[in-house]
Nanobody, 116 residues
Framework: QVHLVESGGGLVQAGGSLRLSCTASASIGSFNAMNWNRQAPGKQRELVALITIDGNTNYADSVKGRFTISRDNAKNTVYLQMNSLKPEDTAVYYC??????????WGQGTQVTVSS
């Protein structure tokens, strides 16, 4: 069992920035990828950003150019730098560890609220 702990969420005004962190209890290098997802009230969970073990990244169209995912294998931590935040970015953000079969471990989530 691998535990993922997110942090860094909070309340920010539109146009502001936040950096989320996700720290794993085991080596993140043992997974194919790590990703960030979010779920807004009344909506389905959606993939926001993904980073592979090789460092390749992919982003949802809605966050391209504003969000950056990165990883520090030595710290077993994945980051999500969020800039130019919009009210529609308000959601609970979850990180996940991804195997060849899909996400296998999830964090408990961290709330991000963007005020207009």
């Amino acid at each position: 069992q691998v535990h993922l702990v997110e942090s860094g969420g909070g309340l920010v005004q539109a146009g502001g920035s936040l950096r989320l962190s996700c720290t794993a209890s085991a080596s993140i290098g043992s997974f194919n990828a790590m990703n960030w997802n979010r779920q807004a009230p009344g909506k389905q969970r959606e993939l926001v950003a993904l980073i592979t073990i090789d460092g390749n990244t992919n982003y949802a169209d809605s966050v391209k150019g504003r969000f950056t995912i990165s990883r520090d294998n030595a710290k077993n931590t994945v980051y999500l730098q969020m800039n130019s935040l919009k009210p529609e970015d308000t959601a609970v953000y979850y990180c996940a560890a991804v195997s060849a079969y899909g996400p296998v471990y999830w964090g408990q989530g961290t709330q991000v609220t963007v005020s207009s």
